[in-house]
Structures are given as structure tokens and as C-alpha cells.
């Protein structure tokens, strides 16, 4: 007699740089032990599936991007659900259960996850499952994990009661007064970052796909002086625990080397989200002196002869490599430095146990061995779990070995998030501290995600510089630390710096400060870069311009706003009959003669007009004044209290912030609520409920990072 068949669910997901598929490639491989058979597909493969008709229940994981908006993979799917000529009942069929990722560093928390949440709500979907919002701010594991856990016995729940409408007539009774009196804890649990002490009824099916690895198997030698732990040692109670680690993911790559020869494969190939283009460095600026604190860069990029368009408050992305010393350093860890320049085909491993394996669309079929560890892998990401768990398939000494399970087990979960996730360790760090592991490449090419472009807000307006694009940054610089035994700066940033770095040249300004600055003029020096548009939906100028709008924007957050400003200075200068409102701009930086950007600039707009008010604070300067000058923009707001009010409740005007967001924009936020209540003398609830209406008309608008 045949056994029984496994039960079907839908498993769709929805990802941006891969966390998602992850996740869901995670719940897939689980779903096997279980006696269950996840159908996973990308939620954009809409002729795979069809929610109109699916009788089975559905599991949907799905991230947030940009300001709160789906990935873009679900970008077509929410289009579709958010008809409005659908009906109430539309999904009345569908049961599901929704896994949503997200960063609680940025304002819309999860919205990508929330948001189809609630429209599948307001069409009759019915949860089978509670919704889980899982944080990177703190560590996706602390809520996909136990969420995952309790998935299989509500499916389960779910698939039984679907067997009894099917047609179990003469059971439905029995089964039903039995499933009622069941536990439903699982159901009732509201998922947040605290929900790894929950308690699993499922715990006989879940460790069919753990493995349980016992102190006794593995012979483990620590000093006995180190009573603190560290990314290579642990203390009880974790280093004589049992532990609980992941299921070992399946290998799927295979990586063959040629020996004939040809070209790599173009960038624009690498890139998904529409029409790249290359263009030269047309101008570079130093825009603080030696001694800051920070060395802040302006690129002026000429995009004169291309199609490439932009509005000011527009971001755009810069296709960068990773830095060719980490490139070279991996290869010779990996045994590969004489192939580097070899050409490798990549393809999926034959009888491979991965569901649906397939090469990774961020890796060319047929390239160079450093075509694809420069351009194509993110070799500074934060390993996950799963990678380090095979890792330790890769590492011969026991202690190490030992400790790499730690990591990526239950019981070393706070290791892990002390030591590798806060401590931003990549694989690099890794292979240092762990000398003895030793991947192959097939096995970075499945687990290290996609290298992915950077992001940067636009500094100039086409009418005010045509066939210009400038953007203003900080070169990012990580020190070294416990974890990390060099310093590095950032991926995109540093290799921008070093770019330009042959072509500045220093001059004298006025001051007497030495600034740097650089512009090609019919040199031979010619550096390009590779840029794609990504267009912001809300972050631009009142479409009113008699409308009035405040600027806060310290350090290189002021980017947009000078291509604010310029766009308003031409407008000015092509419609002198026109009324235009005033502009209020904030900004602060450590110290007035070091790190203020633009300061000759912001005076000529303040001289002609283009800048109404502009307030400016300084935290590191010291004072001799008797009453100590504000240090933070947030302050300076609080003493324009009155005039903030009035622009934003009086005249209808905007409100605007770019920068940090974790060190800066929440405290500007709070500063705003405490001015709204001063100033309508209501309580901080009304007066965030009012901010929140402001966010609602897309009036209050953040561009900011973590």
C-alpha cells in the first residue's frame, strides 16, 4: 500500500536583496520533515499560482524597501490586490499566513508585509496564522525562528480543517469537538523580539530537522584563563550546552574552470531595475578640511550626452566593486590566486536536493573567477546563519568547528548578535578568526547575497546645471576592532575616494583653508562610473511654489536640499511675477570651520533671496557665551518653536528631513510633537496625531539612513 501523499500549502515570497527567499527556501526544506509540500514561488511569478482559486493555505514572506514601500518584486501583485473594483468577499476562500521583514530603524516598520496584510484582510482573507514582523534592527532570527516553529502546527490545524470540508461528513463532528479543545497558544501569540522564550507544541516534529550536537562529540580545548567570550570563545553556559543547530542548506552550485578566453559579461547585465548608464567624473571637491572628523566628497558626474533624467529630492544608485585587496585575500584563502583572471561556467549541480535550484541571476553563467567575487558578490555581508552552518562542514579543527555551531545555534544566539551581526563581521573576519575553515567557491556563490548598488540622494537641479547630477558623501570608514582585524572603509565610498584621489589636487581658498578640488578640463584623466535611476515618489518640492517648506538637514543630509535651492533660484530668475513662499533651512555639523558643507553657497542663497531663514548650530565648537548656543538641530527647532508652528499648521506648508536617522531624525521628530503641543497647547497625543496626519498628506517627508 502506497503511503499517503504529502499535504500541499502555497509558499510565496517577495525579496529585495534575498532575505525573503531565504527565509522561505528555509521553510521549504523544513516542510518535508513535517509531512508537508511547500509550492514556492516568487510571488511575481503570477502564472504559477493563482490566489482567485487556491484552495490550500497560503504562507506569504515578504520584505519592505526604500521608504516603507513592497520590494520590487511585489510590485505588480499589490497593483493587482489593491484594485478598488474588487469586492469585499473576493478572497473569503483564502486562508494564509504572513511573515513580514522589515528594520524598525526607518518610520514604516514591516509597511511592505503590512501592507498586504490589510488589503488581503479587506478581502475576505482569513489568517490561519498569526502575523509574525520579524526586525533586523535586532535580529531577524528572534521572530523568524519561533515563528517558523509554530507554522507547522497551525498548517496542520488548517489542512485538517480543510480535509473535513472536503467531504469528511461522517468525522466532522468528532474531529471539530476535539480541535476545539486543543492548545491555541500558537495562535494567540503576539510576535515581537521576545518571542524566542515561546514555547513550541510542535518540539517532536522540530527536532526531526535540528541536529542535536552533544559536548561529548567533539573534543574541545580552551584556555582556561578566558572567562570572557569573544567571536572565537565561548563561556558557560553556552560552551557546555547541547545545541540546537539548522538543518545542513543543500549544496546546489558547481563552478568549472576553462581554459579558453573572451570578455566578462557587461554591468548593466548585473542590473535589474531598468537602464544603466556610464558616465565620466566630471568635477570632485573635498568639502572638508584635513582635520575633521569626517571627509566629506562632492562628484560632480556629466550625464550631458545620455537620457538619464532626475528631480531634485531624486535618489540614484552607483554600481561599485568590491575593494581588490579583500578580492585578492579571498582567493588566496581559497587556494586561487594563480586563476583568478580564469574564466569559470557556474551552473546548478546535478541531482542537487534544493527545490527549484537555479543559478543565481546576480551570477553570470560565464565570467572570470574575479569578475564574480569584484562585481557580483557581497563579500562584506554579515554571514546568516545558514552560511555559517556550512561553514562548519568546511572547517577541519574541532574547537573551531565547535564554535561555528555555537554561533549559529539557539543556544548561541546572543553570541552570534554580540559578535557577528552588532560587530558587522563578514566572511573575511571569519576565515581570519577561523583559520581552519576552508570553503569553495561553489558554496560562496550560494551563500553570499548579490552586491548591491548604493544609494545616494541627487545635489543639483538640471535647470540650474544642465547635464550635471552632483552627490554630496561621507567616506565611510570602519575601525578595526576585536572582531575585525583591519580597519575598511566603505564598499562604495572608499573605492569613490580612491577613484578621484589621483585627480584632486589642493588650492587655497580665500580662508586659508586647504581645500581640495578637481575638474577635468580636456585632461587624459578620465574616470567613469556606472549609475542607475531610482526616482523618489514624494521627496520633491511643493508643487505650489508659493507654498512654504522647511529644510533640516545637518551634515551631508543638506545634499538635497542645495539642489532644492538651486531649483528654486532658477525659478525665481524664470518667473519674477510669481509669488514664492519662504524656506527655512536647519543644519548643524561638528565644527564651523571644518565640516561646514556649502557655507559660501548657502550665504548667496540667502543674500538673493533663494533662502529665506537659515539656522545653523555647531556641537563641537566650544563657547564663551554666557548662555551656551544650541548643539543639535533639534534645538535650534525648539527655539523657533512659534515660526515652525506656523508654517506647518497655519500655512499649509511641508516639512522636510535628510540624514541619520537613528542619531538625528527621531529627535527631530520629537522636537516637532513637543512644538505642535506648545504651540496649540494640546497633549502629545493630539499633537502626534497631527504630525501623523502631516505624514499621511506627504508633508512631513524623511529621506534618511542607518
Known amino acids: 500500500m502506497c503511503c499517503e501523499s504529502k499535504r500541499r500549502f502555497l509558499l510565496l515570497y517577495a525579496t529585495q536583496k534575498g532575505q525573503a527567499k531565504a527565509i522561505a527556501e528555509e521553510i521549504w526544506q523544513q516542510a518535508g520533515t513535517h509531512g508537508l509540500e511547500a509550492d514556492m514561488h516568487c510571488i511575481s511569478e503570477m502564472d504559477k499560482y493563482n490566489l482567485e482559486t487556491e484552495k490550500d493555505p497560503v504562507v506569504i514572506v515578504i520584505s519592505t524597501t526604500g521608504t516603507g514601500e513592497p520590494p520590487d518584486s511585489a510590485r505588480k501583485f499589490v497593483k493587482k490586490i489593491q484594485d478598488k473594483t474588487l469586492p469585499p468577499d473576493h478572497f473569503a476562500h483564502l486562508q494564509y499566513g504572513l511573515l513580514g521583514l522589515g528594520d524598525s530603524e526607518y518610520m514604516f516598520f514591516c509597511n511592505g508585509g503590512r501592507t498586504v496584510d490589510r488589503r488581503l484582510q479587506e478581502l475576505g482573507a482569513q489568517h490561519f496564522y498569526d502575523t509574525g514582523l520579524a526586525d533586523d534592527c535586532v535580529g531577524l532570527e528572534l521572530v523568524v525562528d519561533p515563528w517558523i516553529d509554530g507554522l507547522w502546527l497551525a498548517l496542520k490545524e488548517a489542512l485538517q480543517l480543510q ?3 472536503e467531504g469528511m461528513n461522517n468525522a466532522v463532528n468528532a474531529v471539530s469537538s476535539s480541535l476545539s479543545t486543543a492548545p491555541h497558544a500558537v495562535h494567540e501569540l503576539k510576535l515581537s523580539s521576545e518571542v524566542q ?4 507544541e510542535d ?5 526531526s530537522h535540528i541536529l542535536s550536537q552533544k559536548l561529548d562529540d567533539i573534543n574541545l580545548v580552551a584556555p582556561a584563563r578566558d572567562t570572557e567570550p569573544s567571536l572565537v570563545h565561548s563561556v558557560p553556559p553556552v560552551s557546555q550546552s547541547a545545541l540546537n543547530i539548522p538543518a545542513l542548506p543543500p549544496e546546489y552550485i558547481e563552478v568549472e574552470f576553462q581554459d579558453t578566453q573572451g570578455e566578462n559579461p557587461h554591468l548593466s547585465s548585473l542590473i535589474s531595475e531598468g537602464r544603466t ?5 566630471a568635477k570632485a571637491v573635498q568639502l572638508t578640511r584635513e582635520d575633521a572628523v569626517k571627509t566629506a566628497l562632492l562628484l560632480e558626474l556629466d550625464i550631458a550626452d545620455t537620457a538619464f533624467e532626475y528631480q531634485p529630492g531624486d535618489a540614484f544608485c552607483v554600481i561599485c566593486p568590491n575593494d581588490v585587496s579583500e578580492v585578492e585575500k579571498l582567493l588566496h584563502i581559497l587556494g586561487l590566486s594563480e586563476k583568478g583572471d580564469d574564466f569559470v561556467c557556474v551552473k546548478v549541480k546535478q541531482g542537487t536536493k534544493k527545490k527549484g535550484a537555479v543559478r543565481p541571476q546576480h551570477i553570470p553563467e560565464r565570467s572570470t573567477l574575479k569578475f564574480i567575487l569584484t562585481w557580483c558578490l557581497e563579500i562584506r555581508a554579515i554571514p546568516k546563519k545558514a552560511f555559517l552552518r556550512a561553514l562548519v562542514e568546511c572547517t577541519s579543527d574541532a574547537g573551531e568547528k565547535r564554535r561555528l555551531q555555537e554561533l549559529c545555534s539557539r543556544q548561541g544566539a546572543s553570541d552570534y548578535t554580540h559578535f557577528i551581526r ?23 556563490i550560494e551563500h553570499l547575497p548579490k552586491l548591491q548598488a ?7 537641479s538640471n ?3 544642465p547635464g550635471r547630477l552632483c552627490f554630496v558623501f561621507n567616506v565611510v570608514e570602519f575601525p578595526a576592532g576585536p572582531s575585525r582585524p583591519v580597519s575598511r572603509k566603505g564598499v562604495c565610498t572608499g573605492w569613490l575616494a580612491e577613484l578621484v584621489a589621483p585627480l584632486l589636487h589642493p588650492s587655497k581658498n580665500s580662508q586659508g583653508t586647504k581645500e581640495k578640488a578637481l575638474q577635468l578640463k580636456g585632461m587624459n584623466i578620465s574616470s567613469k562610473i556606472s549609475i542607475f535611476p531610482r526616482p523618489n515618489n514624494a521627496f520633491h518640492l511643493p508643487a505650489d511654489p508659493s507654498v512654504p517648506f522647511i529644510m533640516v538637514g545637518p551634515g551631508t543630509g543638506i545634499a538635497p536640499f542645495i539642489g532644492f535651492l538651486q531649483h528654486r533660484q532658477k525659478l525665481r530668475e524664470q518667473h519674477t511675477d510669481r509669488e514664492f513662499g519662504e524656506t527655512w533651512l536647519f543644519f548643524g555639523c561638528r565644527h564651523q570651520d571644518r565640516d561646514y558643507l556649502f557655507k559660501d553657497e548657502l550665504q548667496c542663497f540667502l543674500k538673493n533671496g533663494t533662502l529665506t ?3 545653523v548650530c555647531f556641537s563641537r565648537d566650544s563657547s564663551t557665551a554666557e548662555v551656551a548656543p544650541p548643539k543639535y538641530v533639534q534645538d535650534v527647532l525648539r527655539l523657533c518653536a512659534k515660526e515652525v508652528a506656523r508654517v506647518l499648521l497655519k500655512d499649509g506648508g511641508y516639512f522636510y528631513i535628510c540624514g541619520d536617522k537613528k542619531h538625528m531624525a527621531d529627535d527631530v521628530s520629537d522636537a516637532v510633537v513637543d512644538i505642535l503641543s506648545m504651540e496649540m497647547e494640546a497633549g502629545k497625543l493630539e499633537a502626534m496625531k497631527i504630525l501623523a496626519m502631516l505624514r499621511e498628506a506627504k508633508r512631513y517627508l524623511q529621506d534618511v539612513w542607518s
Do not use: I, T
Open 163 to 165: 480535509k473535513e470540508k
Open 197 to 200: 522564550n515561546l514555547k513550541l
Open 203 to 207: 518540539e517532536g516534529a522540530r527536532s
Open 277 to 281: 548608464f556610464e558616465v565620466p567624473v
Open 422 to 444: 552588532d560587530s558587522n563581521v563578514c566572511l573575511l573576519d571569519l576565515l581570519h578568526a577561523f583559520p581552519s575553515c576552508k570553503p569553495s567557491l561553489s558554496l560562496l
Open 454 to 460: 548604493r544609494s545616494y540622494s541627487v545635489s543639483s
Open 463 to 465: 535647470l540650474y546645471q
Open 613 to 615: 531663514h537659515l539656522k
